[in-house]
Each structure stands twice: as C-alpha cells, then as structure tokens.
Nanobody
C-alpha cells in the first residue's frame, strides 16, 4: 500500500515551534517533488511550501515565508517542515503531498492523511 505518513503535529503556544515529518512507505517517493499544504476549519486547502526532487529549490506561501522551512532527506525518503514563530492562524490540518514537479497550489498526485497543528494564543 502506497502511503505518505505525517507526524509531529500537536498543540503549541503562539511563538513556539513544531517540526513535521512525512515518511513514505509502500513505494519510493525520493524522485518526486514534495509539498506541505494545510486546511483550517471552514477554509479551503492551501499551499504552504514545496521542495524540488533534489532539494535544491524551495517555494513558500507568503504567509509562512521566513517562519517555515521545508527540507528533505532522500536517503530516508522523508520531508520535513520546521515551523517557527507559530501564530494562531497557522492552526490547521497539515498534509504532505508528492508529485512530479513543484506546484504552487494543491495539484499533487499523492497525499498523506494529515496531522493536526493547533496554536493557542
């Protein structure tokens, strides 16, 4: 079974940090671009950050630029999202996704099940 499995979500106070991880199982995703997206209650799913297959290129949503960092370890077939200076508006379910190229949107082919991030004020 092909899976992307997120972990690392939780409850944190505003100004705090969390590190999300997304590991692949069932097939190799090291040759795919990877992304993080999120969906807050009552809102549409939105792009957060993406990284190229090699890890040499990254793109970020303006709302997280300078606070979040996406990285990947292809040997472990894992992608990370380091989230610093968290704000209550960052509260959402965070999804890992994979696709053939970086897309500054939600059009990715493979998705994880999501991990909840809650930032309290």
């Amino acid at each position: 079974q092909v899976q992307l499995v997120e972990s690392g979500g939780g409850l944190v106070q505003a100004g705090g940090s969390l590190r999300l991880s997304c590991a692949a199982s069932g097939r190799a995703f090291s040759g795919y671009a990877k992304a993080w997206l999120r969906q807050a209650p009552g809102k549409e799913r939105e792009f957060v950050a993406a990284i190229t297959r090699s890890g040499g290129g990254t793109v970020y949503a303006d709302s997280v630029k300078g606070r979040f960092t996406i990285s990947r370890d292809n040997a472990r077939d894992t992608v990370y999202l380091q989230m610093n200076s968290l704000l209550p508006e960052d509260t959402a379910v965070y999804y890992c996704a994979a696709g053939p190229v970086v897309v500054r949107g939600i059009n990715y082919d493979y998705w994880g099940q999501g991990t909840q991030v809650t930032v309290s004020s």
